[in-house]
């Protein structure tokens, strides 16, 4: 099996795939994480997904839960949750809409007053405006290029 590509996708799909017992080779034009996958914020979230790809967010935090375990090196995952913060009606309204349909998915998204906000975010300026925010605690975060080299 050839993978064009040793971003964390790249290593992650060789990963699986050599467990499974298939030889893997990765053709990556620099080094592995090297591209975006180094670069970004490592977030690990199902909160805000589309709804159609929903299931997969879920079955791939499930992954992340043991995947220091099953790689034998930490990759800085940390299940914190994640805070979205709503400013206005409009944003209040949609995380209401989002929240209520991710039920169904058994998600544990919350909606926070602007008070339980400020409470779990206690460094937010007094000055932000702010009607609350939508809270997922089951999310969590990673450092990108640290996982990519261990699946590499």
Known sequence: MIVIGGGIVGCST?????????????????????????????????????FRELPLAIAALRLWNDLEEDLGRKVGWLRGGNVVLAT?????????????????????????????TREKLPFLSDKASLCGAMFTASDGRAEPGRTTRAFF
């Open 88 to 116: 206005n009606d409009r944003e209040t309204a949609r995380q209401a809409d989002w929240q209520s349909k991710a039920k169904d998915f058994g998600l544990d998204t919350i909606l926070l007053t602007s008070a339980k």
């Open 14 to 50: 060789a990963f699986y795939a050599a467990r499974l017992g298939l030889r893997v080779l990765i053709v990556e034009r620099d080094t592995p994480g090297s591209g975006q996958s180094g670069r970004n914020l490592g977030f690990v979230r199902q909160q805000g997904r589309d």
